[in-house]
């Protein structure tokens, strides 16, 4: 299995968390609805990195990827905070296009950071992803 289909069913996945808290995080404050999700998702990572026995490499990663993971994290966290209140606040018809100029922001932070080409097709993709959010956000 190619890349692409990991990335495809991480979109449905991501489709139905956005619906799912939709529903889940009304009449509940947003932060408690991010920590209850967090929590699952916690326990649910940890048993299949158990069950797998991948965390037997614990012991060798380095302090950098420590630190990355550990940004990343955070980063994580404080999107899921600020995802779930949007949510709790808007029609998610209109938050999930938002949250997915985040494609938009990794294209220009991939080149820009980490020395990805990018290409004149790649800034129009882009540009349409951004017009394509917005109305959908907006109509």
Avoid at 21 to 50: E, H, M, P, Q, Y
Avoid at 90 to 107: F, N, Q, R, W, Y
Wanted: charged fraction near 10%.
């Amino acid at each position: 299995m190619t890349w692409v289909f990991w990335a495809l069913l991480s979109a449905a996945f991501a489709a139905a968390t956005a619906l799912l808290a939709k529903v889940g995080v009304s009449g509940i404050d947003s932060n408690l609805a991010t920590a209850i999700r967090t929590t699952v998702i916690l326990v649910f990572t940890w048993a299949i990195a158990l069950g797998l026995e991948t965390h037997h490499g614990l012991a060798e990663i380095g302090r950098r990827s420590w630190l990355f993971l550990i940004l990343s994290g955070i980063c994580t966290g404080l999107s899921w905070l600020c995802y779930f209140r949007a949510l709790q606040l808007g029609p998610a018809s209109s938050v999930a296009p938002v949250d997915k100029l985040s494609v938009v922001l990794v294209i220009f932070g991939a080149w820009l950071f980490l020395g990805e080409h990018i290409t004149p097709l790649k800034i129009g993709a882009a540009s349409l992803i951004t017009i394509g959010a917005a109305m959908l956000a907006f109509a």
